[in-house]
């Protein structure tokens, strides 16, 4: 009878020690799940002001049109954008009108109307740019955060050794918790599909342009690069002027 009764007594013990390990895990891993998904969506809401730096810097490219023009575009900012350079994309009327119908520009000649609109296209990119870039990086620093806190996560609840100390508790009683830890193969593969992965960070999805240079630093050899565009494509350049808002 004694025996019985400390066989039972160390049953009890081992159930309250699994069952306050597993609450702690469970506990902790929850507040990072929400922390996790919380970053996922506001990445997802970051694509919107992305795309908005990205309508921009569509517009200058359409606008020069060719590939070298693109390239020195490029020398000039020192910024590279050619990934956005499209054949198809520059001679498409349906983008052309997207992308150019909610604008306007000014003045008298059809030259001087376009070289107005390629000015205001590349100030309203670099008047863009702080706050997207400060975004930016306030994501990287939350994705940063979040690694460390998996990374830490997976050093305070080794599942190998937490299923591990648990047979040794249960012996050969089935165990009473809700994760299955009866074989050190299936321990295994649950740890695997517990784990978490690293999140993604932004910069290695999002673009980023800190630094443009602002206008008036570039703005002779940025005019000259319009008006050679220009010249090279008068008729696609009134087309564009045509889509403006009137």
């Excluded at 012996?171 to 009473?176: F, L, N």
Aim: neutral net charge.
């Amino acid at each position: 009878m004694l025996q019985d009764g400390f066989e039972d007594l160390a049953e009890s013990l081992s159930l309250e020690v699994r069952r306050e390990i597993a609450e702690r895990y469970f506990t902790h891993r929850k507040v990072l799940e929400e922390e996790i998904e919380e970053y996922l969506r506001e990445l997802k809401e970051f694509e919107k002001e992305e795309e908005k730096i990205l309508r921009e810097i569509v517009r200058l490219i359409f606008m020069l049109k060719d590939e070298d023009l693109v390239r020195r575009f490029e020398e000039i900012t020192g910024k590279s954008v050619r990934s956005y350079h499209d054949e198809y994309l520059v001679y498409s009327p349906t983008i052309r009108k997207r992308l150019f119908r909610t604008l306007r520009t000014r003045g008298f000649t059809s030259k001087g109307k376009f070289l107005r609109l390629f000015e205001d296209t590349y100030k309203r990119l670099v008047t863009g740019l702080p706050e997207y870039q400060k975004k930016l990086r306030a994501l990287e620093v939350w994705a940063r955060r979040i690694n460390e806190d998996i990374e830490e996560f997976h050093r305070e609840y080794d599942l190998g050794s937490i299923f591990g100390f648990f047979r040794s508790l249960e012996g050969e009683r089935p165990s009473e918790l809700a994760v299955p830890v009866q074989g050190e193969e299936t321990g295994r593969g649950l740890e695997e599909r517990l784990r978490f992965r690293p999140v993604p960070l932004p910069r290695s999805r999002f673009l980023d342009l800190e630094g443009l240079p602002p206008w008036k630093k570039v703005s002779g050899a940025l005019l000259h690069l319009a008006k050679e565009a220009y010249s090279r494509h008068t008729g696609e350049a009134r087309k564009i002027l045509e889509d403006l808002t009137s």
